[in-house]
């Protein structure tokens, strides 16, 4: 045999090995995630009308697949001390509808740096301007995403 398995008590080195092994793998996995909600406030959304900015922790954000095709990111840019993202709300609906848009500002590797949300009051058959700022240090290659949408 070219390995000889000692046992200690119900256990054997192998088995206690493994175990090791599994709560390094595990301690070193949790530690390198990054949170997905890191907030950080913002002066201001806005639209032409109703439009509001408020941070969103990722665990309340509402995705409506039928409303997300309704927005358009359009604008992702440098805005004072920070960064904006900008768009259009096109509402095709018989009635007004309030829409709730959220974009998170992340790096390159996705960690998000900040994420704001607006809502926006848009007419039947209407469409509205949107923009969001957050107060991003500038820095090279942010992204925004439109993480969610809903529609009310």
Avoid at 7 to 13: F, P, S, V
Avoid at 94 to 111: E, G, M, P, Q
Avoid at 134 to 144: E, H, I, P, T
């Amino acid at each position: 045999m070219p390995w000889a398995v000692k046992a200690i008590g119900n256990e054997t080195d192998v088995n206690r090995t493994f175990r090791s092994a599994a709560v390094l793998l595990a301690a070193a996995l949790l530690g390198s995630c990054s949170s997905d909600t890191q907030n950080v406030a913002a002066p201001a959304a806005s639209g032409v009308g109703a439009a509001s900015a408020a941070a969103s922790p990722a665990s309340s954000i509402v995705n409506e697949p039928e409303s997300r095709k309704d927005v358009a990111l359009t604008s992702c840019a440098r805005s004072g001390d920070g960064w904006s993202a900008a768009g259009k709300v096109t509402n095709a609906q018989k009635d007004a509808a309030s829409y709730t848009i959220v974009i998170s500002f992340t790096d390159k590797h996705s960690t998000v740096l900040a994420r704001q949300s607006a809502k926006v009051e848009v007419a039947a058959g209407g469409s509205q301007d949107w923009k969001v700022q957050a107060g991003v240090k500038a820095q090279a290659d942010v992204v925004c995403v439109l993480r969610g949408v809903d529609r009310a």
